[in-house]
């Protein structure tokens, strides 16, 4: 019924720059948060950024001031600009959204995820 696709994940050098997005179709009446997530190798999943109710974008420490998120709920998607690439961001990222339905049903959706690899 809901579905999120992702793109843009590839392999690129350290100090390099990446484009991910994020795009929701379905039966969606609103969405109500936008975020990302990523997984490394041999770790848990993690918060990197995200798109709150009120519009607030937190970040994860470890991305502040290279990563930054923007998104249109009303048109449906979501966007990680990534700059300054470091080894230490290859990871799965996963798009994630809180949707409401039109019976007023709220759930969290995920991506399949999109992996970046930074090399060295």
């Known amino acids: 019924q809901v579905q999120l696709v992702e793109s843009g994940g590839d392999l690129v050098q350290a100090g390099g720059s990446l484009r991910l997005s994020c795009a929701a179709s379905?039966?969606?009446?609103?969405?109500?948060?936008m975020a990302w997530y990523r997984q490394g190798p041999g770790k848990e999943r993690e918060l990197v950024a995200a798109?709150?109710?009120?519009?607030?974008?937190p970040y994860a420490d470890s991305v502040k001031g290279r990563f930054t998120i923007s998104g249109d709920k009303a048109k449906k998607i979501m966007y990680l600009q990534m700059s300054s690439l470091k080894p230490e961001d290859t990871a799965l990222y996963y798009c994630?959204?809180?949707?409401?339905?039109?019976?007023?049903?709220?759930?969290?959706?995920w991506g399949q995820g999109t992996q970046v690899t930074v090399s060295s």
């Open positions: 994630n959204m809180m949707i409401r339905s039109w019976n007023n049903d709220v759930r969290s959706y």
């Open positions: 379905g039966s969606i009446f609103t969405i109500d948060t």
């Open positions: 798109l709150t109710r009120g519009d607030s974008t």
